[in-house]
């Protein structure tokens, strides 16, 4: 089957969305598809161009005017996929229905291409409370589009539970895995010492502060306790580090514990010097606030990924694939600092191999995942 992935923006070797398209491709490719990888970039002149596979279907230029073009002119996709006879665009929502692209798929429809939009995090109208006008503007723009969009696609992808999205049926799936991009975990740390591990681009609704905010209280009330290490791995802004509209940050809880020891931001990792940090740590920290987004049950791709490097873990939302594995440890989804004696007390007690944990997750590759998609495709 010929299948037109169709991103809306660029790639980063570090952005983790970045590695998950690129193993969504990977996956489909896995089972025999032939995959078409379209998205938007600069190129070495400055050009705002869209890309298929690296090759420039369209050059827009340069400045404003080039900069609205990319947001109205999706011919050269369309074109695209009627020389190239594609029967599926994979779409990855940008939250940025507009009529422009309720034209594309309509026409995409009427050409019997199968359509589908795959909506990453569900609800996200939260996620956007506090950011910048331009932001919330487009926010607006694809708050009264996207339902009409929707009508245009046969399904849209969720990792959620929800049976409906704007008025469209779903294909429910997980968050997978690449096996050959994560090493099995070999912890070879101090035991004596709890080494804790965030990986993420760290935004309000990890609520690493909620962790931050356990480890100054459990000294508060264990002086001298055990040594406990906080490594943060990833991106933290301005708004993580101080206090914002949605959380305490880091830097006044840091101050307010005296904790800056128990606390290491490493930035962006990835390769050996990523799993150097994660072999000195003995347990992981998923998302603790997800509360704060107005989002109640979500797959996350940090679950899996823990999983599959087999370290233990802590987040705070449903995870249907995870809330009753015994290398998790669930936190309440409220406002309340990390209980970091649990964690001690799970960790002391804890002793299943890294190998183990990976083997519970080998049924969420992401061959399985999006051949889930296409299966459901030809059933409609």
């Excluded at 514990?257 to 072999?279: P, S, T």
Aim: hydrophobic fraction near 35%.
């Amino acid at each position: 089957m010929k299948i037109l992935f169709l991103v809306y923006h660029g790639f980063s070797e570090a952005s983790g969305i970045s590695k998950k398209i690129h193993y969504q491709v990977d996956g489909l490719r896995q089972n025999g598809h032939e995959v078409h990888l379209c998205y938007y970039d600069f190129d070495s002149k400055g050009h705002r161009c869209r890309y298929v596979n690296s090759t420039v279907i369209k050059d827009y230029g340069k400045g404003m005017l080039a900069a609205l073009k990319q947001r109205i002119n999706y011919k050269a996709v369309y074109d695209y996929c009627t020389d190239k006879a594609i029967e599926v665009v994979y779409a990855r929502s940008f939250q940025n229905a507009s009529p422009p692209l309720i034209c594309l798929f309509k026409k995409l429809n009427e050409k019997g291409v199968k359509c589908v939009t795959e909506i990453p995090t569900y609800p996200y109208d939260s996620e956007f409370v506090g950011f910048n006008l331009m932001t919330r503007v487009k926010l607006k723009i694809d708050q009264l589009f996207r339902k009409q969009l929707s009508k245009h696609m046969k399904a849209i992808v969720t990792f959620s539970d929800a049976e409906e999205i704007f008025g469209q049926r779903t294909i429910r799936i997980s968050n997978g895995v690449n096996f050959d991009a994560i090493p099995l975990l070999d912890h070879h740390g101090n035991d004596t010492t709890l080494n804790l591990i965030g990986v993420a681009e760290v935004h309000y609704w990890h609520g690493f502060d909620r962790l931050i905010a356990g480890i100054g209280e459990y000294y508060r009330n264990n002086p001298g306790g055990r040594d406990i290490v906080f490594h943060i791995v990833g991106g933290v802004g301005k708004s993580e580090m101080h206090d914002s509209i949605h959380a305490p940050g880091f830097a006044e809880l840091i101050e307010k514990y005296g904790i800056a020891e128990q606390v290491r931001f490493h930035g962006q990792l990835f390769g050996e010097k990523l799993d150097e940090v994660f072999n000195a740590c003995n347990f992981a920290v998923g998302s603790l606030a997800r509360h704060r987004s107005g989002i109640t049950t979500i797959k996350t791709l940090k679950n899996r990924e823990y999983a599959t490097r087999g370290i233990p873990f802590i987040y705070s939302e449903r995870d249907s694939d995870f809330d009753l594995q015994p290398y998790v440890l669930k936190a309440p989804a409220d406002e309340s600092p990390i209980d970091i004696q649990s964690i001690i007390d799970f960790t002391d007690r804890f002793n299943m191999s890294p190998n183990d944990i990976r083997k519970t997750v080998e049924h969420l590759s992401w061959k399985r995942q999006m051949q889930t998609v296409i299966d459901n495709l030809h059933a409609y």
